[in-house]
């Protein structure tokens, strides 16, 4: 299994972006998300809560200021 992210590395306003855990079998995956466009945060438990931050993150924070506008 990759390693791309530290696991205990929380996004902060310091360090914006996207946190996602995936879950266990005893544990609930997470996420986590700090937009570095406009300061929103958010966090969510289970994999249908975590996709939605993650479709949300994608397509209103994040990556999605810097396209619209520059
Ligand atoms: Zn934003």
Redesign the pocket.
């Known amino acids: 299994m990759p390693r791309k992210m530290p696991a205990d590395l929380y996004p902060t306003e310091e360090s914006p972006g996207l946190r996602v855990r995936g879950g266990t079998r005893y544990s609930s995956s997470q996420g986590d998300y700090v ?1 570095g ?4 945060e958010d966090h969510a438990n289970g994999d249908a809560n975590v996709t939605r931050r993650v479709e949300d993150y994608t397509n ?3 990556p ?2 810097r396209g619209g506008r520059r």
């Open positions: 937009c466009g406009c300061g929103a209103n924070h994040g999605a200021h």
